[in-house]
C-alpha cells in the first residue's frame, strides 16, 4: 500500500490549527490518510498520551494573570504552569493565559474542574492543554484558579507575570480603587498569610507556638516562661504576617489598616486572594 501523498498547504493548516511541529503534523496526516479531522484527533491523543507521561514533571514555572470584571465587584486568577521559563516567557503561551483568565471572568466557574469544562474556540480547555503538551513538549496545566467576590475588587500582576493579586475592600466606590491597589501590591511584596489574626489557620498558630517554645527553650529560657514568649512571639507573627496589621509598605508609618481608613473611616479589606509561581 503506497503512503497517501499529502501536500505542504495541508501540513501547513494542520499546523496553524494545532500548533504542533511541521514533522508531527506531517506524520499524523499520513496516518490518517489524509482526513484533516481524524489527524487533528491523532494529534490529541498524542498529546493526551504526553501528559499522563509527563504528570510527575515539576511545572515550577508559568504565566499568572488576574482580571477583575467591568463592574469591579469580581475577579479572578488563573496561573498556567509550565516546566521552563523559556516557554513561560513565549508570547504565545502568555495570550493562552490570557485568554484562559478571559473565559474563566467571562464564566466565573466555581472550581479548577468546571474551568477545564469551559470551551476555547470551541474545544474544553482540558482538550487545549493536551494539545499545548503535543505542541511544546512540556508538561502544560491551570495549576491555580482564584475567584473573589466583593463590592469593589481590585488586581495587581507582578512583574513579569510571577504573581497575581486579587483585593476584596467593602466599598463600592472608584474613588478607592488606587487604595485597593496599593494594597494589592502590599500582599505580592509583604505575602501576607491571612487578612487578620482570626483568619490564620489553627494549625499555623500552633506551629508558631512550638517555634517560639523552641527558640526560647534552645536561648536557656525557663521552662514556666516559654507559653509567655511564645506568645509574645506568636503577636509578632501576627504584626508581620496578617495583612491588615502589616506596616503599610508605602508609608513605613501607618499600618494597611490604618492606611485604608485614612481614606475613609469606614474602609477596609474583606479578603484577598494571592497566587505565585513556585
Not at 490518517?32 to 514555572?61: C, N, P, T, V, Y
Request: a negative charge; one cysteine or more; charged letters at 30%.
Amino acid at each position: 500500500m503506497s503512503e497517501v501523498n499529502i501536500s505542504a498547504t495541508a501540513v501547513k493548516d494542520l499546523r496553524d490549527q494545532t500548533g504542533a511541529g511541521m514533522m508531527d503534523c506531517k506524520k499524523a496526516l499520513v496516518e490518517a490518510g489524509g482526513d484533516f479531522d481524524k489527524a487533528i484527533e491523532l494529534l490529541r491523543l498524542r498529546g493526551q498520551k504526553m501528559s499522563e507521561k509527563r504528570a510527575d514533571r515539576d511545572a515550577k514555572e508559568g504565566v499568572v494573570i488576574a482580571l477583575v470584571n467591568e463592574a469591579q465587584n469580581k475577579g479572578i486568577i488563573v496561573r498556567l504552569s509550565c516546566e521552563t521559563d523559556f516557554v513561560a516567557k513565549n508570547d504565545d503561551f502568555v495570550q493562552l493565559t490570557k485568554d484562559i483568565a478571559k473565559l474563566a471572568l467571562d464564566n466565573f466557574p466555581g472550581d479548577r474542574e468546571a474551568l477545564y469544562q469551559l470551551k476555547l474556540n470551541g474545544v474544553t480547555l482540558e482538550t487545549v492543554m493536551s494539545e499545548q503538551v503535543a505542541k511544546i513538549g512540556e508538561k502544560i496545566e491551570i495549576s491555580d484558579y482564584q475567584t473573589l467576590e466583593a463590592p469593589l475588587v481590585t488586581s495587581y500582576i507582578h512583574m513579569g507575570y510571577k504573581a497575581g493579586v486579587l483585593v476584596g475592600l467593602n466599598k463600592a466606590d472608584d474613588k478607592f480603587v488606587e487604595a485597593g491597589r496599593d494594597v494589592a501590591m502590599q500582599v505580592a511584596a509583604m505575602k501576607p498569610v491571612a487578612l487578620n489574626k482570626d483568619d490564620v489557620a489553627p494549625e499555623i498558630i500552633a506551629k508558631e507556638i512550638e517555634i517560639g517554645k523552641e527558640i526560647a527553650r534552645q536561648e536557656g529560657k525557663a521552662e514556666d516562661m516559654l507559653e509567655k514568649i511564645a506568645m509574645g512571639k506568636l503577636n509578632k507573627f501576627f504584626k508581620e504576617m496578617t495583612l491588615l496589621n502589616q506596616v503599610f509598605v508605602k508609608d513605613g508609618k501607618i499600618s494597611v489598616e490604618e492606611y485604608l481608613k485614612s481614606k475613609n473611616p469606614e474602609l477596609t479589606a474583606t479578603a484577598f486572594k494571592h497566587v505565585k509561581l513556585g
